[in-house]
């Protein structure tokens, strides 16, 4: 079973930046995309940021410019740096891994709160 950790988060002042790191292990199949996804108190979880195992990053609008994803294949590992940080970017942040048909697995999520 793959297992999926995730660390940092936290406490974070409006304007502030956090770090987020997120490990696999048991991988025995190519991930195809790798990244973040957050869910906040009554809304539906979203994507955040990923990287497809070609290189490609993809973004949610709202943290464009803000916000930083970056893989490492050979580790199967994913950040997300999270600079100039606001109120709204306030929920739990899940790890996301995708191997496509063969599925995908999550972290137990990292709570990251953004004071005004």
């Known amino acids: 079973q793959v297992q999926v950790v995730e660390f940092g988060g936290g406490l974070v002042q409006a304007g502030g930046s956090l770090r987020l790191s997120c490990a696999a292990s048991?991988?025995?199949?190519?991930?195809?995309?790798m990244g973040w996804y957050r869910q906040a108190p009554g809304k539906q979880r979203e994507l955040v940021a990923e990287?497809?195992?070609?290189?490609?990053?993809i973004y949610a609008d709202s943290v464009k410019g803000r916000f930083t994803v970056s893989r490492d294949n050979a580790k199967n590992t994913v950040v997300l740096q999270m600079n100039s940080v606001k109120p709204e970017d306030t929920a739990v942040y899940y790890c996301?891994?995708?191997?496509?048909?063969?599925?995908?697995?999550w972290g137990q999520g990292t709570q990251v709160t953004v004071s005004s």
């Open positions: 996301h891994v995708d191997q496509s048909s063969r599925g995908e697995y």
């Open positions: 048991r991988i025995f199949f190519m991930i195809y995309k």
């Open positions: 990287v497809t195992s070609g290189g490609r990053e």
